[in-house]
Every structure is written in structure tokens, then in C-alpha cells.
């Protein structure tokens, strides 16, 4: 089950959001109960709670008015800058009909029509649902796991049970994320800038091997002398050579679809070669033109 909002429908829920926000009859109760876990010494009084609180509804007000018939193109003439704006959320549902996972992009870009200089963000978020209404059963604990152990090895990862939550929370280290003509890269958990965008170049997208050595942990070493990056992650290791569509991968010769190549001093080379040579997944979403790297 999929839905896609658009700036306006985000729009009308913030007017609905901050409406009822503004009419909350225990708002005051709440800022208090907030209040009380503050240190003393900075305590507001309850009159001075009142007068927050009060003011805090007016503003509110005054917010939903503005929202109020507000849309993307009053939004764009105002803030003099063009939107693109969209949430999509994915739910898996269960044979016993309810939600079981839910999968949510919010992709944002913003430009500038007079200069023509522009911003995006991908923002994403993942839930699993377990034994919804129903009774939870601890599994039994066999064998304890120092996780430090696992954190950086994906071979120790894949030894784990299948069913064991620290499996899957784990994975998602293993996942990295590149979006075409953008300086960035989510890997894991963390975002990391890049010194050149990912490119696509003769149908292979291009991605920089020393980031994708960074986030497993291992190591990459550059020769001036023969144009060479070779990247070492735990028991692979892969030879690459500038212009050459030839890979050395643990001493046998591989064939890329496309060479690889420098960008601001980084070199690139397909993306679904590099992820099939480490053991790795990949995939290409045309739409919001992001290309996946992962490990199951």
C-alpha cells in the first residue's frame, strides 16, 4: 500500500496540525509538566507559564491563518523561490491485515529562478512492527555476542540466525546509499559529503571506491606510478587502473562495463561491479534516481 503527499496536501495538514495545537484545552497542562523537569533555579513561575502559554496560542493562531488557503504556488511567491516537495510512505501489510512495515522518502529541492542555483534533501526512514496486538514471547538467549565484534564485518554479520533482531539491525550499517549529481552519500546511519557527485556514464553509475572502502572499514591505496587504486576489504582485494576497463580481483582479471575514472581526484568506478566483487547488492531507483548498495 503506497501514498504520495505533495506540498499542498502537506500544506493542509500543517493548517489542520497547528489548529488543533492552538485549540489544545491542556496545553497548559502539558507546558507545566514540562516545565517540572527543569532545574529550579530556572523554573518559570505558573504566572509566567500563563502569559507563555497564552502567547503561544496566538501565535499559533496566527500560523494557521497564514497556512489557511495557502498553496505551492502562493508558498513559491512568497518565499521567491520554486518547490519541490513530496512524501511517499510504503506500508507492508501483514496476512493478518495490519502494518508491518512502513518505508517513508521525503524528498525536498529548492531553487532559485533568478540565479538558478538549487538545493535538495532525501530524508528516510524505515519501521519494522512486531506482533502487533498480540502477546510478546522473549526468544531464548543461547549464546551472547560482543556486537563491537560485528559492527565493521559483514562475513560475522551473515553468521548470525536469520530471526534475531540484532541480525537486522546490524544490516543496516551494511547500506549505503548514492544519489546521482549529488555531493553526498548515506552510509549506514551516518552522511558523508563527497568531494565529486555520482555520475551515470555509458548506462554504469559511477560511485568513488575510496567512500565505499571508508564504509567497510578497510583500505585503499592510490600509485601514482601506475595509475592504480587497489581496495582491500577483509579477504578481497581489487586492482583497479585509471582509463582501463580491466579489474584484478584477488589476482584474477574482471572485465567492467565502463573504466574507471578520476573526478576531483577520486576515482569512480560502476557501481554494480564493485557491489557484485565485495559480495554486495545494488540497485538503481530511476524516479528519485538513487542507487543502493547493500548486503543481506
Do not use: C
Amino acid at each position: 500500500m503506497k501514498f504520495e503527499l505533495g506540498i499542498n496536501e502537506v500544506l493542509d495538514f500543517a493548517e489542520y496540525t497547528v489548529g488543533n495545537l492552538a485549540n489544545y484545552e491542556r496545553l497548559d497542562v502539558f507546558v507545566k509538566e514540562f516545565a517540572g523537569f527543569m532545574p529550579a533555579e530556572v523554573q518559570p513561575t505558573d504566572a509566567e507559564l500563563t502569559t507563555a502559554v497564552t502567547e503561544a496560542k496566538t501565535q499559533l493562531n496566527q500560523f494557521k491563518a497564514m497556512l489557511s488557503g495557502m498553496n505551492e504556488e502562493s508558498l513559491e511567491a512568497m518565499i521567491g523561490k520554486d518547490v519541490d516537495f513530496k512524501i511517499t510512505t510504503e506500508y507492508g501489510i501483514s496476512k493478518e491485515k495490519y502494518i508491518a512495515s512502513e518505508d517513508t522518502v521525503i524528498n525536498i529541492g529548492i531553487k532559485d529562478p533568478t540565479t538558478g542555483e538549487n538545493g535538495s534533501a532525501v530524508i528516510k526512514a524505515t519501521s519494522l512492527v512486531w506482533n502487533v496486538n498480540g502477546d510478546v514471547k522473549l526468544p531464548e538467549v543461547k549464546d551472547a555476542v560482543n556486537v563491537t565484534e560485528y559492527e565493521n564485518d559483514i562475513n560475522k554479520v551473515r553468521t548470525l540466525p536469520d530471526d534475531t533482531p540484532l541480525k537486522k539491525l546490524l544490516l543496516q550499517e551494511f547500506n549505503a546509499s548514492f544519489t546521482i549529481g549529488e555531493p553526498y552519500a548515506i552510509l549506514g546511519s551516518d552522511f558523508k559529503e563527497l568531494d565529486a557527485a555520482p555520475y551515470i556514464k555509458d548506462g554504469s553509475t559511477m560511485v568513488p571506491v575510496a567512500v565505499i572502502g571508508e564504509w567497510l572499514d578497510s583500505e585503499t591505496k592510490w600509485d601514482g606510478n601506475t595509475n592504480q587504486v587497489t581496495l582491500k576489504v577483509k579477504d578481497t582485494e581489487i586492482k583497479l587502473t585509471l582509463g582501463s576497463k580491466e579489474a584484478y580481483v584477488n589476482g584474477n582479471k574482471v572485465i567492467m562495463h565502463t573504466a574507471a575514472e578520476s573526478v576531483n581526484g577520486r576515482t569512480f568506478v560502476p557501481v554494480a561491479f564493485i557491489a557484485k566483487e565485495l559480495g554486495a547488492k545494488s540497485e538503481y531507483n530511476s524516479e528519485t534516481q538513487e542507487v543502493k548498495i547493500y548486503f543481506e
